[in-house]
Nanobody
Framework: QVQLVESGGGLVQAGGSLRLSCAAS????????MGWFRQGPGKEREFVAA????????YYADSVKGRFTISRDNAKNTVYLQMNSLKPEDTAVYYC????????????????WGQGTQVTVSS
């Protein structure tokens, strides 16, 4: 079993940056693909970014491509989401998730989820 804990959320002005972290428990972290999803107010949860177990494969939603960067440090059992040029529409609760499948944007492919961290972008 994997436990995931997100951190790094907060309030930022439009155009600003935040870096989210997701710390994972367990010795098998390096076996998992990792993903970030978000759920805005009144919206369904949506895919943001994903990274393969080795870090060499990354995948982004079109809405964040060029602004967000996903990375991981397997030695620290941590995955990161660097968010730049933030927009008010990026306001959401951000969740990290782990998957034994290959890199995917599909929520059903993810086995474990964190509790989420709130990101609020003011205009």
């Amino acid at each position: 079993q994997v436990q995931l804990v997100e951190s790094g959320g907060g309030l930022v002005q439009a155009g600003g940056s935040l870096r989210l972290s997701c710390a994972a428990s367990g010795r098998t972290f390096s076996m998992y693909a990792m993903g970030w999803f978000r759920q805005g107010p009144g919206k369904e949860r949506e895919f943001v970014a994903a990274i393969g177990w080795s870090g060499s494969g990354t995948y982004y939603a079109d809405s964040v491509k060029g602004r967000f960067t996903i990375s991981r440090d397997n030695a620290k059992n941590t995955v990161y989401l660097q968010m730049n040029s933030l927009k008010p529409e990026d306001t959401a609760v951000y969740y990290c998730a782990s998957s034994l499948h290959s890199v995917s944007s599909r929520m059903r492919n993810y086995d474990y989820w964190g509790q989420g961290t709130q990101v609020t972008v003011s205009s």
